[in-house]
């Protein structure tokens, strides 16, 4: 049972001339061209109804987040949350990562794009909200998504990654152009008003969120189509979208609509032990097909998992992170760890010290290209965040049809 496979032709770097396609359908083809982010100009997030930044008084200073032990805890109890620009010997680390990243993968012949380089210290002010500066362009994932030969731009959830977009926006006219069969679409732009958020969400102790768990209510209303291009995974002609805080159910019935006339079929997927959903690629990762990286702390819904056990879909879990730490402004959860990025169906690349989860890749039978990535997580990803692929060797395989061949060893 093998997909088919596209034109995905390797031209210059430096040029979007040239014949080949966008075209990605799965999370694991293999990989021909993607952009890559970087934390040039990078803000700290201000306060917000989507996100009230807090400092993580575990966290250090340094490269790895454990530099300076502690610094974490004297920031939150002498200064609080900052303002304004992040310190650029910060942003000057994830650069060399997010560098050797790109590196990496241009030395395995897949051509690598970077975002423009804008000014994001710049006041965002509309009819409906300001804000005191934007955020980077670390993390295209988040923003834009490659569904078959559609290009789809998310609505975005914050306020301060409003106008994220335009970091690539150049490229994606130029990839229009050179692409005939390509479709662009943009999702509807929300108001981000204050009436598009359940501000209330964020007094919520713990206890009150186990107790709504099962409600899928979060820090964003249903009042507006809202969605994160990284609450998505693809498999074929199915793409699995996950209830967050950053993703409603009205942006997945927008998606459904939009992707149906296409033959793409949307499917939401819920994890009701993560109280504060934000992105799929930390909680449910396809490596290839009949394989699935999953998250043991977020399990998915059983009636969820369903479509994939009837298939003999496996569930392989991501083991404790060997380096939990994260620096004191990072926004998101130890399990960047299980973040990783698929080269193809038998090649991952893996951030350089989770050794632990490279033995359960490598007992997988895949090749795990190690790379350092962790001075890129304070910027809010891992290397599946970091990158938007846009080409891939894959095709419109539907895994889930009555007829498709049932998994029984992968």
């Known amino acids: ?28 083809g293999t990989l021909r061209e993607v952009v890559v982010g970087h934390a040039t100009h990078a803000q700290f997030p201000p306060a917000q109804p989507a996100m009230l ?8 200073s340094g490269g790895a987040g454990n530099e300076h032990a502690g610094a974490g805890a004297v920031l939150a109890r002498e200064i609080g949350w900052p303002l304004g620009p992040k310190k650029k010997s910060v942003i000057e680390r994830a650069n060399a990562e997010l560098d050797g990243l790109a590196a990496v993968l241009e030395a395995r012949g897949v051509v690598v ?23 980077c362009a670390a993390c295209p ?11 789809l731009e998310a609505t975005m959830s914050r306020r301060d990654r409003y106008f994220e977009v335009h970091a690539v926006r150049r490229l994606v006219r130029e990839l229009w152009r050179r692409d005939s069969g390509m479709l662009w679409k943009a999702a509807p732009r929300p108001s981000m008003a204050d009436s598009m958020y359940n501000e209330g969400w964020w007094q919520l102790s713990t ?10 209510s979060f820090c964003i209303t249903n009042d507006e189509p809202i969605f ?50 934000s992105h799929l690629d930390c909680t449910f990762v396809p490596l290839r097909p009949g394989l699935v990286l999953t998250n043991p702390e977020r399990p998915i819904l059983e009636e969820d998992a369903a479509m994939f056990r009837a298939k003999g879909w496996r569930f392989v879990d991501a083991p404790q992170p060997n ?6 402004a990072s926004q998101s ?20 010290e989770e050794v632990d989860l490279h033995a359960v890749l490598e007992d997988e039978g895949f090749e795990v290209v190690k790379v350092p990535f962790r001075a890129v997580y304070e910027f809010g990803g891992g290397l599946h965040c970091a990158t938007w692929d846009i080409c891939r060797d894959d095709g419109p395989v539907d895994w889930f049809h009555e007829d498709s061949p049932t998994f029984k060893e992968n």
């Open 323 to 328: 380096n939990p730490s994260r620096p004191w």
């Open 228 to 277: 994160d291009a990284a609450d998505m995974v693809r498999i074929g002609t199915d793409v699995f979208v996950q209830l967050s805080m950053t993703c409603n159910a009205a942006g997945i019935e927008w998606l459904r609509r939009e992707l149906a006339p296409h033959g793409v079929r949307v499917h939401t997927v819920r994890f009701p032990y993560d109280l504060a959903p």
């Open 141 to 151: 994932r988040d923003v834009l998504a490659t569904v078959g030969n559609i290009v």
């Open 53 to 60: 930044p807090t400092i993580n008084i575990e966290g250090g």
């Open 207 to 216: 206890k009150e969120r186990y107790a709504r768990m099962h409600d899928y």
């Open 113 to 135: 794009h970077r975002p423009e380089v804008l000014d994001w210290s710049m006041p965002l002010e509309t009819p409906f909200f300001r804000v005191a500066n934007m955020y």
């Open 333 to 352: 959860s130890k399990w960047l760890s299980m973040n990783v990025l698929s080269l193809s169906p038998t090649t991952v690349v893996a951030e350089a």
């Open 1 to 28: 049972n093998k997909e088919p496979k596209t034109a995905c032709m390797v031209a210059s770097r430096a040029s979007v001339s040239g014949p080949r396609n966008v075209n990605a359908w799965t999370e694991w």
